[in-house]
Structure formats: C-alpha cells, structure tokens
C-alpha cells in the first residue's frame, strides 16, 4: 500500500482559481492567494491569506511606510506503537508580505482582526490624505 501525502489546502487553492465574478464584493481577497490592499474615504485597508495560522504566530510590523506580515506556524503530529513510530506527519506553512503604504496614516489608529485563515488589517487615514471637497462659489 502506497502512503499519499494528503494537502488539506489543496481544495482550497483550486477553489480560488476558478473564474467567479467578484465585482462589488469588498472581501475578494479571501477568494484568492496572496495579499490585497485597497483604500476607502477613510482607511487603507490590507487582506492578507494565512491559511492554518494562528494569532500568536503573527507579527505585524510598520516602519516608515513599509507593512510587513509575518506568519508561520509548525504542527508536528504522531501515533506511535510501542515506541516504534508507525505514523508522522508534519506541517509547516509560512507568509511574509510586504507592501509599501501610499498615503500618510495614522498608526496608533491600526486594526487588525483574523477570520476565517485572512487577516484584516485597517489603517486609518491621515486627515490630510482623505478626499477633500470644494464648493463652487456662484458668481
């Protein structure tokens, strides 16, 4: 009998790269690999995939306009018989991104939440980086 190695996150990976319509869905970034940004009136707003992760294995970093994640996680499993090892299984998986932020934020203000194998990071913005309107003086 052959032993399969057995990728949990292989149904996961094929799902994404189906060709769904995602317009006007703000949270396909869970759909996909990798690490999104986008922006609102308010906030600059970072998904980023770690899939397995948990938490406490998480370091976020800011320096100067750089964000970077780190993510990594270890898993060691085994069933053993008379100390003769019959089954062992490990896994790792490990994400760092990084990306440069394009306006000015406030810092103190960030959010960052984990759901579902995606973390949420929120960046408020800046009061000068937030869109400004201009009245138009009637003559």
């Not at 996909?32 to 294995?57: C, R």
């Amino acid at each position: 009998m052959a032993v399969v190695k057995w990728d949990p996150f292989s149904l996961a990976r094929a799902w994404s790269r189906l060709p769904w319509s995602l317009e006007e869905d703000e949270d396909w970034a869970e759909a996909g690999e990798g690490m999104t940004v986008y922006e609102t009136d308010d906030a600059l707003v970072v998904k980023a995939n770690v899939p397995g992760v948990e938490e406490k294995e998480i370091d976020i970093s800011l320096e100067g306009r750089t964000l970077t994640v780190k993510a990594e996680h270890k898993e060691t499993e085994e069933k053993k018989d008379k100390k003769k090892i019959v089954y062992r299984q490990a896994r790792q998986a490990r994400y760092i991104y990084t990306t440069t932020i394009p306006c000015p934020i406030k810092p103190d203000q960030a959010k960052a939440e984990l759901k579902n194998g995606v973390l949420t990071i929120t960046l408020p913005k800046a009061e000068e980086a937030k869109p400004k309107k201009i009245a138009i003086k009637a003559h």
